[in-house]
């Protein structure tokens, strides 16, 4: 609920307590040197006026200046230790947030869009500290400089106390209250709505070339207009509760200083109050409402803020896909063999099993294709063997020791990772090589290159390896892209090497090519082929065919399409979508 979560939300405030304690002492101060500088001079310049020697005027005279200039100082150093502290806190939750993300990725952010990932990591978190800047720190100054005006104002004159408390009361309390029900359903749809637009430009921006050729843009620069209009829309609706606030508040300011005025009068005329007072009556008023005149848009800030909190604690309170062990065994030199009995596993909220009771053996050298429909999961096989996903049941063992007791990032030094959508920096192919190998000499890297078939294309390159390959690798073929991937993969020199799906999204020529090149690089390597083609299966140790997360048939490849099964019906499909592309041509 909304008390627990901005609850946490101070709590998190803890370390940094006494600086926002200093921060709301110095914000007092600035504000009530504020207050104190209008009292003053309007004695001052009533006293004045029935010009007294000068000497009478000198303390009020000093006080004048000492609260001139009292102001500006406290209001410096206020915003200096209050930021200080914000920022601190914010970079604290940033890496927290990004922590989790490195924990819950990739299994744990398969329904999670990149832009609106994106929108959580930056502008909720950041929005965050407006909870500080804009909501309990001006709401907590405002009470001590209202309470400290009209105790002032009730000494000098009690019935002008009472018109100054009533007004800060509608002011600070009545207005804020009533803007904040107006703009509360906008407030808390305004942070999803800005990852919905997020998202929307994201993938505009990313695939402008895909959908140019499918003629999908226009219709995808119509979604991010939509969803454009929709933030607008909801800004436009914050922004007029904020308007109400604003307007509310003077009305109420000219009333009260009003009031003050009448009943100042009245208490010069019955002798209560003294004449050169009544400056001060009327104009401390004036001056004691700046306190409560940005409240009604920190509450604006408060359900925003809440609304944020929210999205960020969503990330950090998703359940870990991977449960790390509090003592991780110590991994073994080899893996071998590699055994997997009986596995099960499951994606949280999902209502079946995406494997179920499967075996595996991995001995040194051994290489298996795992193949299927789409869903039957194979991907998650590859992000169990990675430990990106804990197994609900069965054993997985590395060199005889369970990986479940190994760190995470022991598992994937020993079994690395090549996947269709392996991530290439925009940097040269000699920087996106050395990610693997930081060391690895110049022959190593033209070596690796030769194995999958890019050493003569990149030697042909005016700048060789120096040579940029673009943003998300841009200036790539497809099969380039993957090709190098895959380079990046073999220097890693990884034990065991799984490829998930090396060759989607390629035309079909290109992707037999491409597999036939990688099985050609991987021989002698221990591999896992996960892929949705057969050609050049035949090089491979042994063909796995998932079905609904089981084994449905395994085997030489030769043996498996010699009989009726679910391999030779995943050829003939293969066959007929490659005799309809034909035709198409």
């Known amino acids: 609920d909304r008390r627990h979560v901005l609850a946490r939300l101070r709590d998190a405030a803890r370390p940094r307590r006494s600086r926002l304690v200093l921060a709301l002492l110095l914000g007092a101060l600035a504000l009530g040197s504020a207050v104190g500088l209008m009292a003053t001079s309007g004695w001052l310049i009533s006293r004045a006026s029935q010009m007294p020697p000068v000497l009478y005027l000198m303390v009020a005279v000093t006080a004048t200046r000492a609260f001139g200039i009292g102001r500006a100082i406290f209001r410096y150093l206020e915003r200096l230790v209050s930021h200080d502290a914000v ?56 009470a001590l400089v209202g309470v400290g005006s009209v105790a002032f104002t009730t000494w000098l004159l009690p019935a002008a106390g009472a018109v100054l408390a009533v007004g800060l009361l509608l002011a600070g309390i009545g207005v804020p209250l009533l803007s904040g029900a107006v703009s509360r359903r906008a407030e808390r749809r305004l942070a999803p709505a800005r990852g919905v637009l997020a998202t929307k430009a994201a993938e505009l921006l990313t695939g402008t070339a895909e959908l140019t050729v499918a003629g999908a843009l226009g219709r995808r620069r119509k979604e991010a207009d939509e969803a454009d209009s929709v933030l607008t829309r909801i800004a436009s609706r914050a922004a007029t509760a904020t308007a109400l606030g604003d307007g509310l508040t003077a009305l109420i300011t000219g009333l009260t200083v009003a009031a003050a005025a009448l009943v100042g009068i009245q208490g010069v005329r019955t002798g209560q109050l003294h004449g050169v007072s009544l400056a001060v009556v009327v104009l401390t008023p004036l001056a004691a409402f700046e306190a409560v005149l940005g409240l009604p848009l920190a509450v604006q800030h408060r359900q925003r803020v809440h609304k944020s909190a929210e999205r960020v604690y969503e990330v950090l309170d998703a359940p870990e896909p991977v449960r790390e062990p509090e003592r991780p065994a110590q991994a073994p030199q080899a893996p071998f063999p590699l055994v997997v009995r009986g596995l099960t596993a499951r994606y949280e909220g999902q209502d079946r099993d995406a494997l179920a009771g499967v075996d595996l053996t991995l001995e040194r050298g051994r290489r298996v294709a795992v193949v299927g429909p789409s869903g039957s999961g194979k991907t998650t096989l590859a992000q169990v063997l990675l430990r990106f996903l804990d197994a609900d049941s069965g054993t997985y063992t590395l060199g005889g020791v369970d990986a479940s007791a190994l760190d995470g990032d022991a598992v994937r030094r020993l079994v690395g990772l090549c996947a269709q959508d392996a991530h290439l920096f925009d940097s040269s192919l000699r920087e996106n090589l050395l990610l693997a190998k930081k060391d690895a000499t110049e022959d ?63 035309d079909l020529e290109t992707a037999d090519a491409l597999t036939a090149d990688l099985l050609d690089a991987t021989r002698g390597r221990t591999t ?23 084994i449905a048939q395994r085997g030489p490849y030769a043996d498996l399409a ?22 198409g041509t």
């Open 528 to 550: 896992v082929l996960i892929t949705h083609r057969l050609a050049g299966l035949e090089a491979v140790d042994e063909v796995l065919v998932l079905d609904g997360g089981r």
């Open 444 to 506: 190593e890297l033209w070596a690796v290159l030769g194995r999958v078939r890019l050493q003569e294309w990149a030697q042909a390159l005016p700048d060789g390896l120096d040579t940029l390959v673009g943003e998300h690798a841009a200036r790539l073929s497809g099969g380039q892209r993957q090709r190098l991937a895959l380079a990046r993969a073999l220097l890693a020199d990884f034990p065991v090497l799984v490829l998930d799906e090396p060759a989607e999204h390629l």
């Open 87 to 142: 920022l601190r806190m914010l970079a604290d939750t940033r890496v927290a947030v990004y922590r989790r993300l490195e924990r819950l990725a990739p299994a744990g952010l398969r329904t999670t869009r990149r832009g609106d990932l994106l929108s959580r990591l930056v502008a909720d978190v950041d929005a965050l500290q407006d909870y500080w800047l804009r909501w309990l720190l001006p709401a907590s100054v405002a």
């Open 562 to 583: 010699a009989v009726d099964g679910p391999l030779r019906t995943l050829r003939e499909r293969e066959g007929a979508a490659e005799a309809l592309a034909a035709a």
